[in-house]
């Protein structure tokens, strides 16, 4: 990386297509990135696995930043289904709304989401961090199993179903709890990763408003000794 | 997969633009089925004047061609060709032309038919249906178009979406309805007809018959959502709106933005991303089982 050049490169995708882009970011030349009129395009900087840095000017489609490894990737407007998906390490930035399975699978890295995502935010996340400015939808963090889920409105139906170790930070209401997630005490040791997880992703709210939902590990294992 | 568009025009001064806004936003739904396209517009006067009635047809290519088949029963017929479909107008009644249609043209598919709709459906690159339809010509209030993926039925016009089985009203439908024949059976008991296997067509059917029962589109689409399994993203436009549901999964994409002169739906943002004000539409997912009905 140390030869990249510090010019930010532009990409217009009005003139360049997304695989072009995308084989510039696999193989980075510089350290920054701009994308112009991305028009809503799937798979925009999905893969990267270097430390570059990937300005989105505009909404992004399916995918953005899938498989982020390292990058740190702004989505300058909405984002479609699947934004940073299976993420490994790195942080992805959506300073509008977020479609559905914002962070699905995600093994690390931080997800930041300004506005408000839809359905199946962080399902299967396995490790990542996401944060959300706004609400989330139903069936949110459904089979989660690690990482943290912050949420600074309301979270829809269905929280958190069949949840193994994730830990989830609602500051609104929880519509409904899916099947075996429950509310738990929130500890010191839960205030204090709640804080750093709102600084990092820039956002003020008291750690306090807060509650803290998990798994209740009734469904870790099927029951044994049926007796029929 | 399987790609819809739909945009309803609250603002007059657009509607001269339906056609070419329409065109647009199918053009970024090829991707999701490239290989047939189906259209419906509203309020189209070009091919279905004031005080006219226009049905729709997929006529084939045996018998003679629908206009010279219909010259002798019409004095003002209005004859559209547009690829695979074709749109005659007549200054009667909706039922008056469907008949005369059904006579003279036994062998056609009626894919349409209304006061105010016209459809069209085909096989091909989208991009080159909507010409072939003409749709950047087209003007008027309201408009939907359907890219499908096809997996349970050929790729045919016939198989195109919407499905327009009452008058002025469509169906299009991205999923699967997991019930369909339990559903057909029971329609068909009650006397309905059906053109095709699709599952889809049933869905139709079932609106139809509620439609016709006075209910409106929220009331009826609630009764689809209590009868119907499966997978699906709906949206369905009649003589007086527009309306979209998804199940109760909601794995079938959709999004809807309105403004102040617009309101539109599209299985993808990117379809929506060209319409004038989308900066500052509101933008928003339909949630599962959550009907969304507009009226004119």
Request: some cysteine; charged content about 20%; hydrophobic content about 40%.
């Amino acid at each position: 990386m140390d030869a990249l050049t510090r010019k930010t490169v532009t990409v217009d995708l009005s003139v360049t297509s997304v695989r072009e882009l995308n084989r510039q970011l696999h193989a980075p030349a510089a350290r920054a990135y701009e994308v112009l009129h991305p028009q809503g395009a799937h798979a925009l900087a999905a893969g990267l696995k270097d430390p570059v840095t990937v300005d989105i000017r505009g909404h992004a489609g399916y995918y953005a930043a899938g498989m982020n490894d390292g990058g740190t990737v702004t989505v300058h407007g909405s984002a479609g289904t699947g934004v940073a998906e299976n993420m490994m390490s790195g942080t992805v930035r959506v300073t509008g709304d977020a479609s559905q399975s914002a962070g699905a699978t995600g093994h690390g890295g931080l997800l930041v989401i300004e506005g408000s995502a839809s359905m199946r935010c962080g399902i299967s996340m396995k490790g990542i961090d996401i944060v959300v400015g706004g609400d989330i939808g139903p069936m949110s963090a459904f089979m989660a199993q690690a990482g943290r889920l912050v949420v600074c409105g309301e979270a829809g139906d269905g929280l958190g179903d069949s949840i193994y170790e994730a830990r989830l930070y609602i500051r609104g209401k929880a519509r409904s709890l899916g099947a075996d997630c429950v509310e738990k005490p929130m500890r010191d040791e839960h205030g204090r990763e709640l804080a750093a997880l709102l600084t990092a992703a820039g956002l003020g709210h008291d750690p306090a408003e807060f509650r803290r939902y998990g798994s209740a590990r009734t469904l870790y294992h099927f029951t044994a000794h049926n007796e029929y | 997969m399987c790609g819809i568009v739909g945009l309803h025009l609250r603002d007059p001064d657009l509607y001269p633009q339906l056609g070419t806004l329409l065109e647009a936003m199918l053009g970024q739904v090829v991707e999701r089925g490239p290989d047939s396209a189906g259209v419906a517009v509203y309020g189209d006067r070009r091919r279905c004047p004031d005080g006219y009635a226009a049905v729709s047809v997929l006529a084939g290519r045996a018998g003679p061609p629908p206009g010279e088949a219909l010259a002798a029963d019409f004095v003002d017929l209005v004859v559209t060709e547009a690829g695979a479909t074709t749109v005659i107008a007549a200054p009667v009644t909706v039922d008056d032309l469907l008949a005369a249609v059904r006579r003279a043209l036994p062998h056609a598919r009626v894919v349409g038919s209304g006061t105010d709709l016209t459809v069209y459906k085909g096989t091909g690159h989208p991009r080159a249906l909507a010409r072939a339809y003409d749709l950047a010509g087209a003007q008027g209030w309201q408009g939907l178009a359907h890219t499908r993926m096809a997996t349970e039925s050929a790729v045919t016009p016939e198989g195109c979406h919407p499905f327009s089985v009452g008058p002025d009203q469509c169906l299009v439908h991205n999923g699967s309805f997991a019930n369909h024949a339990t559903i057909r059976r029971d329609l068909e008991f009650e006397g309905v007809s059906f053109d095709s296997a699709n599952d889809s067509e049933v869905g139709a059917r079932f609106l139809a018959a509620r439609l016709a029962k006075g209910e409106d589109l929220d009331k009826a689409l609630r009764a689809l959502c209590e009868a119907f399994d499966g997978f699906y993203t709906l949206l369905v436009t009649s003589k007086d709106g527009f309306a979209v549901v998804r199940d109760a999964i909601a794995c079938k994409p959709a999004i809807i933005a309105e403004t102040g002169r617009w309101v539109a739906m599209a299985s993808e943002f990117r379809a929506l991303a060209g319409l004038p004000g989308i900066e500052d539409a509101r933008i928003y997912e339909p949630e599962p089982e959550r009907v969304y009905a507009w009226t004119r």
